[in-house]
């Protein structure tokens, strides 16, 4: 069941690029966030 | 990706940071937004926790490879060529929108792989937005 308007944002920690752990959450924290889940190639 | 980075000033001007998730390494995942001079937080998510965790969907063969999709995928292959896929080749991708309170403001779940938001939708989400700072 995909999620909809209004439902909270799942929380999930990912390291970035440079290897360092990110929890999603702290990249909303101070303004909003467009994110972007990629299929991404090469 | 051209035009999430083409467009990446206007979401900054509505008050947004912009994220991107991958399904690659780290080191990949590096590779990709370095290549693609990605100015913007990219994280990688090689076990997918995060595309289930907002329940994005592997797509059937008809959204991958079907018709729907064969005209947009000539027009990228003929305008960026082809590389060799990063990830799960079904794993469909999304986007969405979260505020400062940490709620969906905006959600795209694509009906194929080259269905992709319309910046100008999220842009007028992004508009009606409190922020911090504008």
Redesign the interface.
């Known amino acids: 069941?995909?999620?909809?308007?209004?439902?909270?944002?799942?929380?999930?920690e990912?390291?970035?690029?440079?290897?360092d752990d990110?929890r999603?959450?702290s990249?909303?924290?101070?303004?909003?966030?467009?994110?972007?889940?990629?299929?991404?190639?090469? | 990706m051209v035009h999430?980075r083409k467009d990446y000033s206007r979401?900054q001007d509505a008050?947004?940071?912009?994220?991107?998730?991958?399904?690659?390494s780290?080191e990949q995942?590096?590779g990709?937004?370095l290549?693609h001079r990605l100015s913007f937080?990219?994280?990688?998510?090689p076990d997918l926790?995060?595309?289930q965790?907002?329940?994005?969907?592997r797509g059937g063969i008809a959204q991958i490879a079907g018709p729907a999709v064969w005209l947009s995928g000539l027009k990228s292959f003929l305008r960026h060529g082809?590389?060799?896929?990063?990830?799960r080749i079904r794993?469909?991708?999304?986007?969405?929108?979260?505020?400062?309170c940490?709620?969906?403001?905006?959600?795209h779940?694509p009906a194929n792989?080259f269905d992709n938001p319309s910046h100008d939708e999220?842009v007028t989400v992004?508009d009606t937005?409190p922020?911090?700072?504008k």
């Open positions: 069941m995909p999620l909809s308007i209004g439902d909270p944002a799942p929380d999930v990912l390291p970035d690029d440079d290897g990110v999603l959450s990249l909303w924290r101070h303004r909003p966030l467009l994110l972007f889940f990629l299929r991404h190639y090469g | 999430l979401f008050g947004a940071d912009v994220a991107v998730v991958t399904m690659g780290v995942t590096a990709f937004c290549k937080r990219c994280v990688a998510d926790a995060a595309y965790a907002f329940r994005l969907q082809t590389a060799k896929p990063v990830g794993q469909l991708h999304g986007a969405f929108v979260i505020d400062t940490g709620i969906l403001q905006y959600v779940y792989s999220i992004l937005l922020t911090t700072a």
